[in-house]
């Protein structure tokens, strides 16, 4: 069997990980396709170096750019490639434009395409990824799961029977593969001069955070607060870096809190570990923060991950005041959420090739 793997995000390089061992152990050929979205060495290859997967087999180099260019620029490429390597699967992660490019491109090309992760909902059609989940998962031939609660909302949006898949999430599948390791030889605590449990990790680059000033300056001033009481560490996302630098407080956070490039995922693991509370944007980063039994805030006004709120280990960030921000992080400090594992048992990439071995027999 022969799968053609689009990625070209930070989180999509750490998902195809675990994946590409799982195809590998059932004999399956990978053709990976990067299609550029994110370049810079930390976004990209850092990963790529760190973590043994694959280098690409094509990189369409499309880079940034308003979401149409972007994403027409995928769209181009993929339909090239697609024809290239005639795969009898496209398999697509998360809600990127690189994702919404990939099952447009494989589906018209009558290509069966898998998206992982599907199911998942905001319900905020103001995020361009909410805008991509309900696009993807409309049209794609097989939908997996990582959670209970993503099989319901497809369930309400009449998407049931054969095509959905609970297979539990990846992202729990990559996390234990590299926990020992990070464990092991992450120098990252040492560098920063941080103990564990003694220093907040945030990380902030959601469109609808950064493309607010309003939000963005609410929550940075709100981090300053909590940097009074406690270290906050934050890996910089270029995109957030370049709007702090245009409002000109970039040299004031750099000052307060304990900025830093983008690391690599196994220091990632690390500092989510090491920290007293995670405060992100990311849905990656929330999740993780959950693996390694770490309380976290979102910085957002909803989450796709419910079931981190029911459990308790995770509460949604207030955006009024500064002093919200810096009230919920800090009262965060010590909470631990209820036990469970909505995740699965980290066996998802199994799930998925067991999966698509049956489906492509069938057709
Ligand atoms: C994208 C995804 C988001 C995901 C995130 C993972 C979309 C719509 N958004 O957001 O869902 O959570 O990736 O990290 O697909 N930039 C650089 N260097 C890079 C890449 C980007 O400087 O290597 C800067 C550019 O100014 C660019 C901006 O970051 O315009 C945004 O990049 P983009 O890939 O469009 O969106 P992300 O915010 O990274
Ligand atoms: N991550 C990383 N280095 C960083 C920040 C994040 O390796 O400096 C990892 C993080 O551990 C998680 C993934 O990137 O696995 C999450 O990506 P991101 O927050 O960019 O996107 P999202 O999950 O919100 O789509």
Known sequence: ?????????????????????????????QVIVHTGQHYDYRLSQIFFDEL?????????????????????GML?????????????????????NS??????????????????EAGLRSFNRKMPEEINRIVVDAISDVLFAPTEEAVHNLEH???????????????????????????????ILKRLKVEKGGFILATVHRAENTDDPRRLSVIFDGLRQVAETIPVVLPLHPRTRSVL????ILD?????????????????????KSAAVVATDSGGVQKEAFFHKVPCVTLRDETEWVELLDMGWNRICPHSSADDVADTII?????????????????ACDKIVTALLERKIST
């Open 1 to 29: 069997m022969k799968v053609l793997t689009v990625v070209g995000a930070r989180p999509q390089f750490i998902k195809t990980v675990p994946m590409t061992a799982a195809l590998e152990a059932a004999g399956c050929r």
């Open 52 to 72: 043994g997967i694959p280098e690409p087999d094509v990189n369409l180099g499309v880079g940034s750019g308003k979401h149409g260019v972007q994403t027409a």
């Open 76 to 96: 181009v490429g993929l339909e090239e490639v697609i024809q290239q390597y005639h795969p009898d699967w496209v398999l697509l992660h998360g809600d990127t």
């Open 99 to 116: 994702t919404v490019a990939g099952v447009l491109a494989a589906t018209k090309l009558h290509v069966l395409v898998a998206h992982i």
């Open 157 to 187: 949006e009449g998407v049931n029977g054969e095509r959905v898949y609970l297979v539990g999430d990846i992202m729990y599948d990559a996390a234990l593969m590299h926990s020992r390791r990070a464990e092991q030889s992450s120098g």
């Open 245 to 248: 630098e245009r409002l000109d």
């Open 252 to 272: 004031t956070i750099e000052r307060e809190l304990a900025v830093i490039e983008p690391v690599g995922y196994i220091d990632m693991i690390m500092l989510e």
């Open 331 to 347: 009262s965060a400090i010590g909470i631990q959420g209820r036990p469970g594992k909505p995740y699965g048992e980290g066996r």
